[in-house]
């Protein structure tokens, strides 16, 4: 029985030591499995780092030339969303401004705007802006909402209090309804922590595919990388191999996991409210599962290209059967389970309410378990692929 643990061990540690040795000969391999995980997750943060946009800045052309349009310009320039940059009273200076990019937006204060407001009528002020720029455009219709309505439960405060109503009950009159909103995890309400969470799942699952499947058609293309691969494994079972070869790239991402989920947040200051120690457990089984299943998959690479090819077309669609920027409710149901087979799926879900919804690991053990469970399909289908690989070269 010791005897059969120390070939186990030492089958193991050769395996990890080949792969090792043949990834870090490889230069495509190397910057395949480190530069993504470090650079992507990088950027992204920095470009979301500010998370919410403030001041947009907007040109105002007021046709009306009142009071009540200028205190509309005011409350404009009050909000936290926009700042008003250009006061104009014709449109082509305003449009001049806006392709000189020295505002985003436009809003025009039609003539007859205080008369039609103080006798009831329906007015409208109008916004143009570029849709295109979506962060921009979602605080330049939110700015203008909140200071047109404010500015129209004021007016119609003021006409009840005219009328002799008490300015608490006119209050109450004109918004019977107060909404008390409060942003449950992510208190900013931006974009940073989940897209920047999304990419870390979604990044450490296509290197994994990509340098396996790499390293797999480089060995089967070139004889000499499979004979690395192989040194001293020749009599080992393809179990035993294969789970070196996975120790290999579990070391390797949990380090990358490490950088991602530990000091990136921190870096960046992005709400994390899991420690290291549950993240690591619970990407665990995630690593495996994708190492498993680029090893099933890449046995049958006889080039380096082809499963850098294959796998780079399928991160578009891996990220939709996240069910992340399609709702799974709109989901058809065959695509349902196949994104059942994605590591990535059940992986984000159990990050986001660890990291984000301050959920206990209890919590998310129906995730976790699920990605054990892809582990083991995928490890046996792993071995079936080696070993119809052997049995075709012998």
């Known amino acids: 029985m010791r005897d059969s643990f120390r070939r186990l061990i030492r089958g193991i540690s050769r395996s990890f030591c080949n792969e090792m040795h043949v990834v870090f000969s490889d230069l495509g391999a190397i910057i395949t499995l480190f530069a993504p995980a470090i650079v992507y997750p990088i950027l992204f943060s920095f470009a979301f780092s500010n998370e919410i946009v403030k001041d947009v800045e907007m040109a105002v052309v007021d046709q009306s030339h009142t009071g009540l349009s200028r205190q509309l310009v005011r ?77 129209g439960a004021g007016v119609k405060i003021r006409k009840l209090m005219a009328k002799g109503l008490p300015q608490s009950a006119a209050m109450n009159l004109v918004r019977p309804l107060r909404l008390n909103s409060f942003q449950l995890y992510n208190p900013t309400g931006g974009y940073g922590v989940y897209i920047v969470a999304l990419l870390v799942v979604a990044v450490l699952q296509q290197i994994l595919l990509m340098v396996i ?25 393809e179990w035993i191999i294969l789970l070196g070869r996975a120790a290999f790239y579990l070391l390797s991402c949990l380090i990358l996991t490490v950088f991602c989920v530990g000091i990136l947040p921190k870096w960046f200051s992005f709400p994390m409210l899991a420690s290291l120690s549950d993240l690591t457990l619970f990407f665990l089984p995630f690593i495996l599962a994708s190492t498993f299943l680029s090893m099933a ?9 082809l499963g850098i090819l294959i796998f780079s077309f ?31 799926t059940e992986a984000f879900k159990g990050y986001m309410k660890l990291a984000l919804a301050d959920a206990s690991f209890g919590q998310v053990l129906g995730h976790w378990n699920h990605l054990w469970g892809l582990s083991l399909v995928f490890f046996a289908g792993a071995v079936f692929s080696m070993k119809r690989r052997r049995s075709a070269v012998r």
């Open 213 to 237: 499947s790499l390293v797999n058609g480089t060995s089967n293309e070139y004889k000499r990388y499979q004979a690395v691969r192989m040194d001293g494994l020749h009599g080992a079972s």
């Open 297 to 305: 998959v890449s046995e049958f690479f006889k080039t380096r290209e």
């Open 314 to 344: 399928m991160a578009l669609p891996f990220l939709f059967l996240s069910a992340i920027p399609w709702p799974p409710e709109a989901m058809p149901g065959f695509l349902k389970y196949i994104s059942l087979l994605v590591p990535s």
């Open 75 to 151: 409350m404009l320039d009050a909000t936290d969303e926009v700042k008003v940059t250009g006061k104009f009273t014709d449109l082509e200076e305003a449009r001049h401004a806006y392709y000189d990019n020295q505002v985003k937006g436009i809003v025009i204060i039609p003539k007859g705007f205080e008369k039609e407001v103080l006798s009831g009528q329906q007015t409208h002020v109008s916004l143009f802006a570029d849709a295109a720029y979506l962060m921009n455009y979602k605080q330049m219709v939110s700015g203008c909402l909140y200071a047109s309505q404010t500015l």
